[in-house]
């Protein structure tokens, strides 16, 4: 038996990759199997894979591989000295030439491209149909929020099903703790909650500023809870992005004015919604490698991510109504008949249809783009990172605002560029270049590859 092993070694050309797979000590191990099972060694893609072989008669061998399914390989004679060694069988090398010269690379590269540009022109429409939908439901933007919720559980939940049903979404995925999906509700209801606190006291103009706090967040907390470590050229990137931000929204504007006028309570409460916010995204980016361990190398499905994550989001905001309807300005005890009548506005039926314009249109296109969004926002921080959705939506910003110099429907006059709109817009489209760039002496992995303990 020493031999057979002896001779696998000496006499089949394993790459150094597959040795460095299986050691010697377990190719040993494997010689001592009995007579009717015999294990494989298949090299797939200049990888040492093993399998068990079963002998089926003199005319071949069946595989059955680590996934399970079985697979027959070309006939052979088992006489042939060639063929067989000993107890061991080998197949021969085939080369998986799909990734040859960086090509998955290249690939994961432009999936990540794609799915960013798509993010960026789903936040654009988030936020201007945002604003077309408060046109006829300008007296009920609270009624608007809390139907976004409900939006949320409600399709998510349906596609979840279906999606199980289909196969797509299995019991493994749906075993998973749900501890995770309780954090993340709570975060994004505590997000919301500071948010419209903050909200309700500074000006437009301030807000922008104040959210680039977001970003800050995302790259301390990626480095804290993920690991993850960013060369200088990505940090620099992500500065220059959010000064950019910062000079096309607001220059020509009385932001300092307004931050300096509402005190700095009220700017630190901003800044903490954007903890929050910034927490979230990062659980659920942990969240993703976590599962990637259980389902050993899968990966759980979006819809389960977040429909948990609304669900459990709508829990909160129902625990936090009291209050959050009080910052809307409607004290609780009116609160039913508050959302009674946004109600009847939404559906433009009744005495106060009047005004509503627009409704029910403008409202669901807003709910069904805005779902678009978080989806794709979700699939981007899925297949790159919680700092590279964050990117694509502050991208979002600067197009936005031109969008809202064009003759838009329901808005009346067009409001004018801020007056250092180009400068910040190159300054950002600089930063986004200066991120992205990856020197050809740095490895690729160094910097963004988590570690999760």
């Not at 460095?20 to 040492?48: D, P």
């Not at 006939?75 to 021969?92: A, F, H, M, N, P």
């Not at 799909?98 to 993010?119: N, P, Q, S």
């Not at 916010?277 to 361990?293: N, S």
Request: positive net charge.
């Amino acid at each position: 038996m020493s031999a057979s092993c002896r001779r696998l070694t000496a006499g089949v050309r394993v790459p150094m990759v597959a040795r460095q797979v299986l050691g010697a000590s377990e190719i040993s191990r494997l010689c001592g199997v009995g007579m009717n099972r015999r294990k494989g060694i298949i090299l797939r893609g200049r990888r040492l894979v093993v399998a068990e072989a079963e002998a089926m008669g003199r005319g071949g061998v069946r595989v059955r591989s680590d996934g399970g399914g079985e697979e027959r390989v070309e006939k052979w004679s088992y006489g042939s000295e060639d063929r067989r060694r000993g107890d061991l069988v080998v197949v021969e090398e085939k080369e998986d030439v799909g990734c040859a010269g960086g090509g998955c690379e290249g690939d994961r590269r432009m999936k990540v491209v794609i799915a960013a540009a798509f993010t960026v022109v789903l936040g654009v429409g988030n936020r201007v149909l945002y604003k077309l939908a408060l046109v006829p439901l300008k007296h009920y933007p609270f009624f608007l929020a809390q139907l976004a919720t409900v939006g949320y559980v409600l399709v998510y939940f349906s596609i979840l099903s279906l999606r199980y049903n289909a196969g797509i979404v299995t019991d493994e995925m749906l075993s998973l703790p749900k501890t995770p999906y309780v954090a993340v509700g709570l975060l994004e209801a505590l997000g919301a909650a500071t948010g419209m606190a903050a909200g309700a006291i500074l000006s437009g103009a301030s807000i922008p500023i104040l959210s680039q706090s977001f970003l800050v967040w995302q790259l301390l907390l990626s480095a804290i809870f993920l690991g993850r470590r960013y060369k200088v050229n990505q940090l620099l990137g992500c500065f220059l992005v959010a000064i950019g931000v910062i000079i096309t929204v607001a220059s020509g504007s009385s932001a300092g004015a307004s931050l300096k006028g509402a005190g700095i309570f009220w700017s630190l409460l901003m800044i903490v919604s954007f903890l929050f916010q910034a927490a979230d995204t990062v659980l659920k980016e942990r969240i993703f490698l976590k599962a990637a361990e259980r389902l050993k190398g899968g990966s759980v499905d979006l819809f389960v991510v977040n429909s948990y994550g609304s669900a459990f989001q709508a829990l909160f905001i129902c625990l936090l109504l009291p209050f959050l309807s009080k910052l809307w300005g409607v004290p609780f005890s009116h609160l039913p008949n508050y959302l009674k009548d946004g109600a009847a506005c939404f559906l433009n039926i009744g005495s106060l249809s009047s005004g509503c314009d627009g409704a029910p249109l403008l409202p669901l296109l807003f709910v069904v783009v805005n779902m678009g969004f978080n989806v794709s926002l979700l699939h981007l921080l899925k297949i790159s990172s919680a700092v590279v959705s964050c990117l694509a939506s502050t991208f979002s910003v600067p197009i936005a605002v031109y969008m809202f110099t064009l003759p838009l429907p329901y808005l009346g006059v067009a409001s004018s560029l801020p007056p250092a709109f180009v400068t910040g817009a190159i300054i950002l489209l600089v930063g986004l270049m200066i991120y992205a760039w990856t020197p050809p002496s740095m490895d690729l992995n160094s910097s963004s590859s988590p570690s999760i303990h």
